[in-house]
Structures are given as structure tokens and as C-alpha cells.
């Protein structure tokens, strides 16, 4: 099967052929295709992926490739892991929001939505080109703010098109652990939009563990959601929220964290990563030690400024090891092998959430076989996560609106309704800013 990674000089593609490396089974991936549009970051990556590949028996073959058309064409999966714009436009994205005191992070808030607006024209081109080019592939997606990323594309493509995110993952086997259970033998009832959703159950053997943890103060402060939220929030929820919820819950201390940082995220991860790239062009480096050196320290502080606001430390030694490569993995083995599995995944909501359509695209449990992902049915949330939900929701419905028109009016309007904007004045100058920083943004009219 030929895998093409888009996005492919992007600086976590080794994790997903590490991943394929472990495969030993009929129907895996045998070649994979790199595509970039930076050249020199996709020698990068090709010189981590060699070294990885190094004494492994039948290591799917790399190639790389600059023209987009070529890598598409006969593709069987397409992982989707593009940045428009690159490092330097999500440092831009946080440093216009936090001039106006307001959240810049890549996915939530004023950061999202300009991530999205100059994400969403790039992405839709994307899609029309696989149902060209490829019309049988499956398109897993992980850009970036990935609903509404997914939804755009899912326009083109139908549920050809499945969004992947790590959260909920990781979210579900920090519950698991610290209830003694295994996380492979138990079903996490998750519910939300990408980086907006809640664990409301862990069922092993068809009982809820959740209550368990809810009713224990110290097992429920001994976890990152724990510290993060703090215990009696939690326990006021009855609910796990994904840690990217703290951005909501806790708006005002996160945007003071990010303001007295010294960088932002952003602009760590630009200055970061530089370095690995800028060390790549030594032939003799190590390329595979150099990547492992970073990665480290990419994950060691991941949400410092979170997690430095709520006082809940550092992060644990098990959470630092990603694990959306790991989904994608397993969604594109119950694809391609009907080895039928369940993933929370980001799909077509097809009836599954009741407060929303079924064209939104949202992140619940799915069955997932041969003919893609089904999204299972699940209970209503309760009113304060359904008004957010169908807020944010209605949020992403305008920023996909702007990018279809190009109109400038409706992306003020984006930010404007965004409930961590609220504010008519503050949307026209992000608007402005953001158009001023954004060669990508000229389209808005």
C-alpha cells in the first residue's frame, strides 16, 4: 500500500514510520511518499527516517517529492499534517491575539480561527485534488485546528475524510491508569468537537469506573486533568474535559501565563525546531539522535504556561509520548485489513450528538472496518457543554463561510462570536492585524 504524508518535512512524521516500521503484517504500508513544499526540510526527515529504518527487514520504502499532484496520484492513504504558514505564522497568530488580550493558541480561540482561515482554502484544494487524483484513498486528516479542518474537507470528500487527534487518547489512558484498569479493554465515552470535549464514562466489563474516580479526592488530584482542573471542579463537572478545555475554563490565567512567558509557543517551537533543521544540513550529524534530543523537549513542555498558571507541574514521564501515530496506525489497519476496532475520532456527525446536524463534524467514539468510520450514537451533554459546543460549533460554521467567500465582514463575525473574543471591537482589529501579518490572509475582501 503507498502512504503519502502531507506536510511530509514536518518535524513529527517519524513517529508515524515508526510506527508503520512495527507492522509486520499482510496489506501494510510499503512505500510511503513525502510531500513538501521546503525541500531541505524534507532531506531532513528523510535522512531521521533512514536511520530509523536501519536493520529493519522490509522498511517501507521513503520517497520524496515537492509536487503535490505526483504524491496523490495511486495513493491508497493520505495523512494529511500540513502548517500553512509555518511556525513563523503561529508565532504571529499568538503574538496579534495576546496584543489585544485574547487567546492566540493554534486551535482555540482568535489562533484558531486565523490557523483556520488560512488553513481551510489550502486544505479544500487538497481534497478536490484526492478525489481526482485518488479517488479511492482515505484521507486521514491531522491539521490542525482539525474539525473544522476535517469538515471542510469532508465537503469534497464525504467520510473519506477521518480527523485524528491525540487528546482524547491519551486523556482515556491517564483515566485508565490511575484506576488500575487497561486501557485496551476499556470504552471511554468521550464527546465533543476536537480539543472541546469530556470523558463522562470508563467502562471496563461493561461498569463505569468514572464514579470510582470522582468520588476519590486523591486519586482524582494524582493526574495532569486533575492538577490541571483542580479536584472540585471535576468533581462539579462529574466530567474528565480534554486539557485543552483549561483555555476556556480558566481563560483569564491562561492569557496572563502566555503574557508573561518569556516566548510563546509558538515561537519556541519555531526557534526549536530551526535548530534541528539548521543541524540537519551537517551530512554528518546524527540525524536520528538529534530528532530524538528534540522531541524530548518538545513534549517535556507541552502547556508549560497551563500547567505553570494551575500549579500542577510537570508533566509525567508516560505522557510524553505522543500517541496520534498510533491512532492513525490503527485507523488505516481496520481500514485496509476490515479489522474492526473503536476510535474517538473526528467524522460526520450522522445522528450521533443530538444537538448538532449531521454534516458537523465531531469527536466521538466511532466503529471503525473496512467501509471507514461510524460514529456511535451517544447521550445528550448537559446544558453548559452543549451551549459551548453549539457555540464554537457555529463559530467554525462562519470561518467556513469566510473562506468560501472571502469575505472580510464574516471573518470579523468568526471572531466576534467566538466566546473567548466577545467582543465586536476587538474581532475588527484581530481582523486587521492578522491580514496585515498574513500574506495568506489577502483573499479576505
Not at 512495527?22 to 504500508?29: I, K, N, Q, T
Not at 495513493?75 to 509555518?86: E, H, K, L, M, Q
Not at 474492526?340 to 445522528?351: E, F
Given at each position: ?118 488553513t481551510v482554502p489550502v486544505a479544500v484544494d487538497i481534497a478536490r485534488r484526492v478525489a481526482r487524483l485518488a479517488p479511492d484513498a482515505w484521507v486521514i486528516n491531522f491539521t490542525n485546528p ?31 491508569r490511575v484506576l488500575g484498569a487497561d486501557p485496551r479493554e476499556a470504552f471511554i465515552d468521550y464527546v465533543g468537537l476536537n480539543h472541546l470535549g469530556w470523558v463522562r464514562g470508563l467502562r ?218 466577545d467582543s465586536v471591537t476587538v474581532a475588527r482589529r484581530l481582523v486587521e492585524g492578522y491580514t496585515a501579518v498574513h500574506p495568506g490572509l489577502a483573499y479576505l475582501e
Amino acid at each position: 500500500m503507498k502512504l503519502t504524508i502531507l506536510g511530509g518535512g514536518g518535524f513529527r512524521v517519524p513517529l508515524v514510520y515508526g510506527a508503520l516500521l512495527g507492522d509486520r503484517a499482510e496489506g501494510r504500508v510499503t512505500r510511503v511518499v513525502l510531500h513538501d513544499l521546503d525541500a531541505g526540510r524534507l532531506h531532513a526527515v528523510a535522512r531521521v527516517l533512514a536511520e530509523q529504518a536501519v536493520g529493519v527487514p522490509d522498511a517501507p520504502e521513503v520517497t520524496t517529492t515537492t509536487d503535490l499532484d505526483e504524491a496523490l496520484r495511486g495513493a491508497d492513504f493520505v495523512f494529511s499534517a500540513i502548517r500553512v504558514g509555518g511556525l513563523e505564522g503561529r508565532a504571529a497568530d499568538e503574538r496579534v491575539a495576546l496584543a489585544e488580550g485574547v487567546l492566540g493558541q493554534e486551535t482555540v480561540g482568535a489562533g484558531g480561527i486565523a490557523y483556520g482561515l488560512r488553513t481551510v482554502p489550502v486544505a479544500v484544494d487538497i481534497a478536490r485534488r484526492v478525489a481526482r487524483l485518488a479517488p479511492d484513498a482515505w484521507v486521514i486528516n491531522f491539521t490542525n485546528p482539525a474539525g473544522l479542518v476535517t469538515e471542510a474537507m469532508s465537503r469534497h470528500l464525504g467520510g473519506r475524510v477521518i480527523g485524528i487527534c491525540d487528546s482524547p487518547v491519551g486523556l482515556g489512558r491517564r483515566i485508565a491508569r490511575v484506576l488500575g484498569a487497561d486501557p485496551r479493554e476499556a470504552f471511554i465515552d468521550y464527546v465533543g468537537l476536537n480539543h472541546l470535549g469530556w470523558v463522562r464514562g470508563l467502562r471496563v466489563a461493561g461498569r463505569d469506573e468514572l464514579p470510582r474516580l470522582l468520588a476519590d479526592p486523591g486519586l482524582l488530584g494524582s493526574f495532569e486533568e486533575g492538577r490541571l482542573f483542580g479536584v472540585d471542579w471535576l468533581r462539579s463537572l462529574g466530567a474528565i474535559p480534554n486539557e485543552y478545555l483549561h483555555y476556556y475554563y480558566f481563560n483569564r490565567e491562561a492569557v496572563r501565563a502566555y503574557q508573561r512567558a518569556e516566548k510563546t509557543r509558538g515561537a519556541f517551537l519555531r526557534d526549536q525546531q530551526a535548530q534541528f533543521y539548521e543541524e540537519m544540513r551537517d551530512p554528518d550529524a546524527a540525524a536520528l539522535a538529534a530528532w530524538d534530543r528534540t522531541r524530548a523537549e518538545r513534549e517535556a513542555t507541552y502547556m508549560a504556561e497551563n500547567r505553570e498558571a494551575a500549579g500542577a507541574g510537570e508533566r509525567e514521564a508516560d505522557d510524553l509520548s505522543g500517541g496520534y501515530e498510533k491512532v492513525a496506525l490503527a485507523l488505516m489497519r481496520a481500514i485496509a485489513r476490515d479489522e474492526r476496532t473503536t476510535l474517538i475520532l473526528n467524522v460526520r456527525n450522522n445522528g450521533a450528538l443530538s444537538a448538532l446536524d449531521s454534516e458537523a463534524v465531531v469527536e466521538v467514539p466511532c466503529l471503525v472496518d473496512a467501509n471507514g468510520a461510524h460514529p456511535v450514537a451517544v447521550a445528550p451533554l448537559p446544558g453548559h457543554a452543549t451551549g459551548l459546543v453549539c457555540s464554537v460549533k457555529a463559530v467554525e460554521r462562519e470561518v467556513l463561510a469566510a473562506a468560501a467567500s472571502g469575505s472580510r465582514a464574516t471573518a470579523v463575525k468568526a471572531f466576534a462570536l467566538h466566546p473567548l473574543v466577545d467582543s465586536v471591537t476587538v474581532a475588527r482589529r484581530l481582523v486587521e492585524g492578522y491580514t496585515a501579518v498574513h500574506p495568506g490572509l489577502a483573499y479576505l475582501e
